[in-house]
């Protein structure tokens, strides 16, 4: 079965970017769309975006042109970028296969941005 | 964007009563074209990630136990844990998977009465 890991920089200045990477094992990454998700400590989930090994990618405008997903299939994994970041991008981002149903889930990534 | 809310906040259930969990959208979900309801429930338990339980509403997940059930069309929709178990202690979600930006209700805390 897959299975996902997210890996990545447990903090980072505001101002800069977010970098994460989402290792995908036990299966196929042209099988599935991959997306990730991110939940504020003590808040609920905000979609944050997807993308296919097509090149079919989406995300949330409420992150404006901040974001880039991309993945690399020779690596089996997928990507995300989050620029300019603030304290307001501190969350456990998560990893997910799937692009509108999402499962399986990563363990979560804890990014706090702070100087 | 379609809005997600949930009621209520939280619960608190005595073990093996019923707890109940509404949730509405802004806008219908229902699918045209399969004349289903783009809706999903998580539950996440502390410290773990989210887990799916249901999609089109009521399609039930591999392995969750059928003491779980899920209804509604349209706008409003319900989760039905018929018999709370002590493992059933959670955060439960409600998903729309109509249209992007996909977006989840605020979620209900189920407890322990």
């Avoid at chain 2, 783009?38 to 999609?55: D, E, T, V």
């Amino acid at each position: 079965q897959v299975q996902l890991q997210e890996s990545g920089p447990g903090l980072v200045k505001p101002s800069e970017t977010l970098s994460l990477t989402c290792n995908v094992s036990g299966g196929s990454m042209s099988t599935y769309y991959w997306s990730w998700i991110r939940q504020p400590p003590g808040k609920g989930l905000e979609w944050i975006g997807y993308i296919h090994h097509s090149g079919d990618t989406n995300h949330n405008p409420s992150l404006k042109s901040r974001v880039t997903i991309s993945m690399d299939m020779s690596k089996t994994q997928f990507y995300l970028r989050l620029t300019s970041v603030t304290a307001a991008d501190t969350a456990v981002y998560y990893c997910a296969g799937n692009r509108e149903l999402f499962d399986p889930w990563g363990r979560g990534s804890l990014v706090i941005v702070s100087s | 964007d379609i809005v997600m809310t949930q009621s209520p906040d939280s619960l608190a259930v005595s073990l093996g009563e019923r707890a109940t969990i509404n949730c509405k959208s802004s806008q219908s979900v229902l699918s045209n074209s399969n004349n289903r309801n783009s809706l999903a429930w998580y539950q996440q338990k502390p410290g773990q990630p989210p887990r799916l339980l249901f999609y089109w509403a009521s399609s039930r997940e591999f392995g969750v136990p059928d003491r779980f059930s899920g209804s509604g069309s349209g706008t409003d929709f319900t989760l039905i844990i018929s018999s709370l178990q002590a493992e059933d202690v959670a955060i439960y979600y409600c998903q729309q998977y109509y249209s992007p930006p996909f977006t989840f209700g605020p979620g209900t805390k189920v407890d322990i009465k």
